[in-house]
């Protein structure tokens, strides 16, 4: 009998997910560092509520969404199985009432009139939402502008104080750490030793903010011997085959 291709594909994230295991127990053992410190994000954009779902019967409790809409819709389709939902994508204001009817954590902080816009809806949803300040990396050598071809966005490092102290102070936001994103053509490890460097600065303040969220499929050693707590890791784990797009 041909199997199934639920069934097929359950294998394909099963093999894809003991694969990304022992990546990642590999790098902890070479940086010192015990396994149960860091958390594997499962990135799942442009992927479907099933391949979710299978995940979470594998074990998986943290997924990743970098779109609204999409992410909500999911959420819902998921809802019941136990997961904790990740915002890792720019997030523009106007849809701050969407994200935070089903965010858990927001990877994406970057200015302070989104802490103000999230904090009145979390208050109005009666949740409170986890929120990591996100780092721009772009000096970093050989990396472009936080514009340009090799940015991602961000905060600059000099400005995540202010802003870490305006979401310890908004109602219904809870400060947990810092998040980001090596820059395109700059070096992973010099990159997150630089952002090690900011979250261990902002310790300083906020005691409790001892998230830090670096790292892809691509850089996850280096991430994790950067101090890494959580990982953010899409195609090792789902593949790079035609994806859904709902």
Known sequence: MAEAPADRRREELSAALAAVERRVEDACRAAGRSRSEVT??????????????????????????????EAAAKAAECAGLGLRWHFIGQLQTNKARQVAA??????????????????????????????????????????????????RGGAAPADVPALADAVARAEGLRLDGVMAVAPLGADPSEAFGRLRSVAERLREDHPSAG??????????????????????????LLGRRTPFVR
């Not at 509520?49 to 779109?67: P, Q």
């Not at 989104?114 to 939402?129: F, H, K, N, T, Y």
């Not at 790292?215 to 195609?235: F, K, P, Q």
């Open 102 to 151: 089903f965010a858990d954590v927001i990877h994406s902080i970057d200015r302070t009139r989104l802490v103000d816009a999230l904090s009145r809806e979390a208050v109005r949803a009666g949740r409170e939402i986890g929120c990591l300040i996100q780092v721009s990396l772009a000096d970093a050598p050989g990396a472009g502008s936080a514009g340009g071809p090799g940015g």
């Open 211 to 236: 998230v830090i969220s670096a790292g892809m499929s691509g850089d996850m050693a280096e991430a994790i011997a950067n101090g890494a707590t959580h990982l953010r890791v899409g195609t090792a």
């Open 40 to 69: 594997v994000i499962a990135v799942t954009k442009t992927y479907p509520a099933s391949d979710v779902r299978l995940l979470a019967a594998l074990g998986v409790t943290d997924i990743g969404e970098n779109r609204d809409q």
